[in-house]
């Protein structure tokens, strides 16, 4: 057993979220302050493991503050944990935004305690999906985080709720149905669920009970649901549309995330091979994810759900950079998932805000909100220049990996192409970006919207901590690409680079 930390990180929201369902009923603001100190002090602890990561070379590839104890000793399941150069960064991701989520949260009045108890489940699932090296566990919590997103979007949402709920878990259940077949395929095939021991050699030295390349689209399939990619992703416009402003956040945030990450974590590091052959087509479908995405987010009116689909051009940008294949390519994928997180659950939090005061979404009915709400007008302007991927944000040093590392890699023929294309995406960007910031907040004002309040205290506090966070990652990536570069080397061992 190592030191402890990453199950205290992992169990700290769960923990929190049982005291709240069956010891804080009827006491709303208890139930608030409980929530914000399990979910800051997996934070914090997050931040102490980040600090202590080491970053030497020859750290490539190793498994650090790992966790291991046999879990069902008839399938050679572990309760298995641990984090690498890959996992880390997405790890302390998903607990800056579980407690900025909490504090979005903070006006919250229907049902507090069932509110509080589902969010804080869904960080503990989002956080065990990058915490686990066990393959059972893995996809157990994958599974957990369909349950408090559907109960969140189906009673905390607006809308068509019901139905955005319901089209998700189909969804979601429909990817992971393919994604157990090829958990249980490698299973038969190793004896193991071990995804370190499978990526070094597990796979490639034995007869697999599918031809490999079938597992590999068996499990890259659940991916794409997740990240989603086209014609994987309709589920996610309705999901982020009707969901409620904070499990926005974490839906865009970090759970979308989740399909980038396994892509990394399994299906090429296990199928080195296989993704070498498939590249090319993943890359056409990204670069297809980027520019039609973009394209729809042009025709869209609704605040929330232009954020929505400009999500799915972004996720194009994180499939082109893992399928590219090349390591500058993958860091800078890994990157964009980390910014994107960032940047785009600002975008909600602000949206939130505006829908919340001004009690409009629609951007044909808004205009001239600078002068009523200078301080959301700001930071708005921030997440939306960032989004476009404005040099000194972490958005552009993502992109700028991503585009470089593409163009360069010698994996993938004719991917300078692609690479190109996928860059007119940032045009089309810029275009819907700077569109959605004129005519919310500019132009004549509009007498309606006097007297619309401003940020208080508390929501200053969490948009200035998503933009310190989005100006340190875009002035000095290094400080998480130093971290990312040694989880993507393993893997770009696996490729013979």
Not at 296 to 301: A, E, G, K, Y
Request: aromatic share 12%; hydrophobic share 60%.
């Amino acid at each position: 057993m190592g030191s402890g930390y990453l199950t205290t990180i992992l169990f700290l929201p769960a923990v929190g979220a049982a005291l709240i369902a069956f010891a804080l009923a009827g006491r709303p603001r208890l139930i608030k302050w409980t929530a914000a100190i399990f979910t800051a002090i997996p934070l914090i602890l997050a931040i102490v493991l980040f600090v202590q990561f080491d970053r030497s070379p020859e750290a490539a590839g190793l498994i650090q503050f790992e966790e291991k104890v046999l879990w069902i000793a008839a399938l050679n399941a572990n309760y298995h944990l641990g984090v690498d150069g890959l996992s880390l960064p997405l790890t302390l991701l998903t607990a800056f935004l579980g407690f900025l989520a909490v504090l979005i949260s903070w006006k919250i009045d229907l049902r507090v305690r069932e509110y509080f108890a589902w969010l804080l489940l869904l960080e503990t699932s989002i956080l065990g999906v990058f915490l686990s090296l066990d393959l059972l566990l893995f996809f157990i919590m994958w599974e957990i985080e369909v349950i408090p997103m559907y109960f969140l979007i189906n009673i905390w949402g607006s809308g068509r709720k019901e139905y955005s709920a319901i089209k998700y878990v189909v969804y979601t259940l429909f990817g992971s149905a393919f994604m157990l077949a090829g958990i249980l395929s490698i299973y038969f095939t190793t004896g193991s669920l071990n995804m370190v021991e499978i990526a070094q050699g597990g796979l490639a030295m034995v007869q697999t009970a599918l031809p490999a390349a079938a597992i590999f689209w068996l499990l890259l399939i659940g991916f794409a649901v997740k990240l989603p990619v086209f014609p994987l992703h309709t589920w996610l416009p309705d999901a982020h549309t009707d969901a409620p402003t904070a499990v926005s956040v974490m839906l865009a945030g970090v759970l979308i995330k989740m399909g980038g990450y396994g892509m990394l974590r399994l299906c090429v590091s296990l199928f080195p091979e296989v993704a070498k052959g498939y590249a090319l087509l993943l890359v056409i479908l990204a670069v297809v994810n980027v520019l039609y995405g973009a394209a729809v987010t042009m025709r869209q009116t609704d605040f929330k759900r232009l954020i929505a689909y400009s999500s799915i051009s972004h996720m194009g940008y994180v499939l082109l950079g893992i399928f590219a294949l090349g390591q500058l390519s993958m860091v800078g994928a890994t990157l964009q998932m980390f910014s994107h997180g960032l940047v785009t659950g600002l975008l909600f939090a602000m949206v939130g805000l505006v829908m919340h005061n001004a009690h409009e979404r629609d951007l044909r009915q808004l205009g001239g909100l600078a002068r009523q709400i200078p301080i959301i007008a700001v930071v708005f302007s921030i997440a939306g220049l960032a989004s476009l991927g404005l040099p000194t944000t972490s958005g552009f040093a993502a992109e700028f990996l991503v585009f470089v590392g593409s163009f360069s890699s010698t994996i993938v023929p004719g991917i300078q192409v692609y690479t190109i294309l996928g860059v007119l995406g940032v045009v089309v960007t810029a275009g819907y970006i700077l569109w959605m910031l004129q005519r919310a907040f500019y132009g004549p004002v509009l007498e309606r919207y006097n007297g619309t309040p401003d940020a208080d205290i508390l929501e200053r506090v969490y948009m200035f901590a998503f933009v310190a966070v989005i100006m340190l990652v875009g002035i000095y990536p290094a400080i998480l690409t130093d971290v990312i570069k040694l989880g993507i080397s393993p893997i770009v061992g696996l490729l013979g680079g």
